[in-house]
């Protein structure tokens, strides 16, 4: 059974930076594309960053992009999320989520396992 455990969220002030980190266990890490998305209260669950299962490629949403770094570690079985400049709206729980039917995934539809969140606030 694929675990995936996040870390690292917290409160910050807008223009800081926060990392956030993803675990996984029992699996064969490398075989599966990484996700990242968030969610605030009321919206519905929106894709932040992708890396595909090598990490050769990667995928940001418009919102992020100059902002956020995703990056992997096969060796590690980790997959983070560098988030600089941050603003009060990147404010959600953010997913950590791992698939193996695509090389890419950018939408939360079909996604094989999810972690359980980590909460980010900004303050302004």
């Known amino acids: 059974q694929v675990q995936l455990v996040e870390s690292g969220g917290g409160l910050v002030q807008a223009g800081g930076s926060l990392r956030l980190s993803c675990a996984a266990s029992g699996c064969t890490f490398s075989s599966y594309a990484m996700a990242w998305f968030r969610q605030a209260p009321g919206e519905e669950r929106e894709f932040v960053a992708a890396?595909?299962?090598?990490?050769?490629?990667?995928d940001y949403a418009d919102s992020v992009k100059g902002r956020f770094t995703i990056s992997r570690n096969n060796a590690k079985n980790t997959v983070r999320l560098q988030m600089n400049s941050l603003k009060p709206e990147d404010t959600a729980v953010y997913y950590c989520?791992?698939?193996?039917?695509?090389?890419?995934?950018?939408?939360?539809?079909?996604?094989?396992?999810w972690g359980q969140g980590t909460q980010v606030t900004v303050s302004s």
């Open positions: 890396i595909s299962r090598s990490g050769g490629y990667t």
């Open positions: 989520a791992a698939d193996n039917q695509r090389v890419v995934f950018t939408t939360p539809l079909g996604v094989n396992y």
